[in-house]
């Protein structure tokens, strides 16, 4: 008797194993689904109005003052490494600004673009040097390439170089 028990409840655990698992896979299959209809490639005329979203404005960043002086950040060889230096100096309680070099600029400066990347993050001055100070020599520490100028900004426009 007792092995028709043990027999009978072998029988019922694996009965209910396989109920849980067919009523897991429809879940899987909308998923995938789901998931196969995001990665489809669309026009945004193809896509209706009400799905996509409007910026106003910038992400994160805004413009500097017209005619402050600022520090630039050059050397950025990426986009990853700008934002981590952006969003380190937001902690710090500064406005940074993500700049990428103009295409023209880039094409008159090849050989020094090459070197030094092609990301710019420029951060108005501020009245506390010391905060400054120490937010450069962190960055010196965290990337090498970097270079850090002291120069007059005049919002987010770069000056143009006489041809």
């Known amino acids: 008797m007792k092995k028709w028990i043990l027999a ?12 849980f698992v067919m009523l897991e896979k429809p879940q899987q299959e909308e998923e995938s689904l789901a998931l196969e209809r995001a990665m489809e490639l669309r026009f945004v005329t193809e896509v209706p109005d009400q799905a996509l979203t409007k910026r106003s404005e910038p992400l994160v960043f805004k413009e500097l003052d017209k005619d402050g002086l600022c520090y630039e950040y050059r050397g950025i060889g990426t986009q990853a490494d700008a934002d981590q230096i952006a969003a380190f100096m937001t902690e710090q309680g500064l406005e940074p600004l993500i ?7 880039a094409r008159a400066e090849l050989p020094e673009r090459q070197e030094t990347g092609q990301y710019r993050v420029r951060l108005k001055l501020i009245s506390d040097e010391n905060l400054i100070n120490k937010i450069n020599d962190v960055l010196l520490e965290a990337y090498r390439s970097i270079k850090i100028e002291k120069k007059v900004c005049k919002g987010v426009a770069s000056q143009k170089r006489d041809q």
């Open 8 to 19: 009978f409840l072998v029988l019922a655990n694996a009965l209910t194993f396989f109920g």
């Open 99 to 105: 700049l990428l070099d103009d295409a023209q600029d």
